[in-house]
């Protein structure tokens, strides 16, 4: 069983910064990329940054030098440094692993419950 919890979200004010946190845990063999995502309602839920188990990023253009994308392997945990918050940036966020399950063997990927980012005026 492999669980994803997520933590760190709230309410903050334009310009702020949080930080959100992702934790994996139960039977995991490896995980391969780690990311983020956001949805708000109406829309179709995107990607706003990944990692790879080499280090590689990939950010969303609306959040490219602003978001740091960064991951504990040893923690299994991935983190979200969202700095200079922007209106716009209000969405419940999703973390999400790709991963090789321990009990299965078997690669799977699996969503955090979502944290939710208030970003007011």
């Known amino acids: 069983q492999v669980q994803l919890v997520e933590s760190g979200g709230g309410l903050v004010q334009d310009g702020g910064a949080l930080r959100l946190s992702c934790a994996a845990s139960?039977?995991?063999?490896?995980?391969?990329?780690m990311g983020w995502y956001r949805q708000v309602p109406g829309k179709q839920r995107e990607l706003v940054a990944s990692?790879?188990?080499?280090?590689?990023?990939n950010y969303a253009d609306s959040v490219k030098d602003r978001f740091i994308i960064f991951r504990n392997n040893a923690k299994n945990t991935v983190y979200l440094q969202m700095n200079s918050l922007k209106l716009e940036d209000t969405a419940v966020y999703y973390c999400?692993?790709?991963?090789?399950?321990?009990?299965?063997?078997?690669?799977?990927?699996?969503w955090g419950q979502g944290t939710r980012v208030t970003v007011s005026s």
């Open positions: 139960g039977s995991i063999f490896s995980i391969n990329t």
């Open positions: 990692i790879t188990s080499e280090g590689r990023t």
């Open positions: 999400y692993v790709d991963l090789m399950s321990g009990s299965t063997t078997r690669r799977d990927d699996y």
